[in-house]
DNA sequence: CACGACTCCTGCTGGC
DNA sequence: TGCCAGCAGGAGTCGT
């Protein structure tokens, strides 16, 4: 499912396809994603050249003149540009024909999302220019002073910060886990609890993990184009994500599970502290 | 402001 | 074998 990983190996992907070309049309088959497909995508759009695809935490972003286009993928969307025309399958929800290309939108679960941005107007997220985003992990203002001092007021459990979004992005349910683990802290201590030094090891963690999933996907993601969109960072090993009762890699004790907000969390109770 | 429960939807898995 | 409950995932929204 979508992390920020996957979202960036999909921009990588699509974006030498789309970069300089020119917008066509837009199909809409099935508008009903997490908002309703603007209308606006298919007035606005054709005749438009797209001048770069930019990514800001989960959300891919298409630059043109008229406006910027955000594409969200939710947890079970994918694009792949299909160099021929083919028949749409189920859950084809969207199509962008650029440059002789088509990006063909697929989403079983429809929690992705489509919005339009006209130029010169807010992003379309709640909260308008800033819309409460954290920083990007891979910001050198990403670090762990300000990681540090983000969390002084929060008593949530640090794996619920992470995944809040609103201090750092694009650090999904797996990506908690493993980040967490690599820099020895229990998902479940509350985050103003814990120290610039060891926001520095989840700063420093965060930022690994991600980097090699990005590579992982990136390197059997090669082939985008008329492929499936398989994501390869799947195959990845992780260290505590799923591992229920498995020895843990560091030193043999079980790993366990926990739920946290309605969501499993992996960890070890020996090396996590 | 911060937190946590709830919600959208479909497909897969596991238990009986 | 078939059925169905439960779970997975991102993140906006709402009540406290």
């Known amino acids: ?65 008229a406006g910027t286009l955000w594409i969200h993928l939710g947890m079970s969307g994918s694009l792949r540009i299909l160099t021929r025309t083919a028949p749409p399958g189920r859950h084809d929800h969207v199509d962008l024909v650029c440059g002789g290309v088509t990006l063909r939108y697929n989403d079983p679960r429809r929690f992705g999302a489509w919005l339009w941005q006209a130029a010169g107007t807010p992003p379309p997220l709640p909260g308008g220019a800033d819309h409460g985003l954290g920083l990007e992990p891979f910001d050198p203002a990403f670090t762990g002073a300000h990681f540090h001092a983000a969390t002084r007021t929060r008593s949530a459990p640090v794996k619920q910060v992470l995944l809040a979004g609103d201090v ?45 999933a990005i590579d992982q996907g990136g390197s059997t993601l090669r082939d985008f184009v008329d492929s499936r969109g398989e994501p390869g960072y799947f195959q990845q090993s992780h260290q505590v994500y799923g591992r229920t009762g498995q020895p843990c890699v560091r030193c043999g004790t079980p790993i366990r599970q926990l739920r946290q907000g309605q969501r499993s969390t992996w960890y070890c109770p020996r090396c996590q502290r």
């Open 168 to 212: 750092v992005v694009g650090v999904g349910n797996i990506y908690a886990s493993e980040a967490l683990f690599r820099a020895g802290i229990h998902p479940a201590r509350a985050a103003r609890r814990i120290g610039q030094a060891r926001y520095e090891r989840l700063a420093g963690a965060i930022r690994d993990v991600l980097a090699q």
């Open 1 to 65: 499912m979508p992390e920020l990983p996957e979202v960036e190996v999909t921009r990588r992907g699509i974006a030498p396809h789309l970069e300089g070309r020119r917008i066509e049309a837009v199909v809409v088959r099935e508008g009903r994603l997490r908002w309703p497909v603007p209308e606006a995508l298919a007035r606005c759009l054709p005749g438009q050249a797209v001048t770069a695809v930019r990514r800001r935490a989960k959300y891919l972003q298409l630059d043109t003149a």
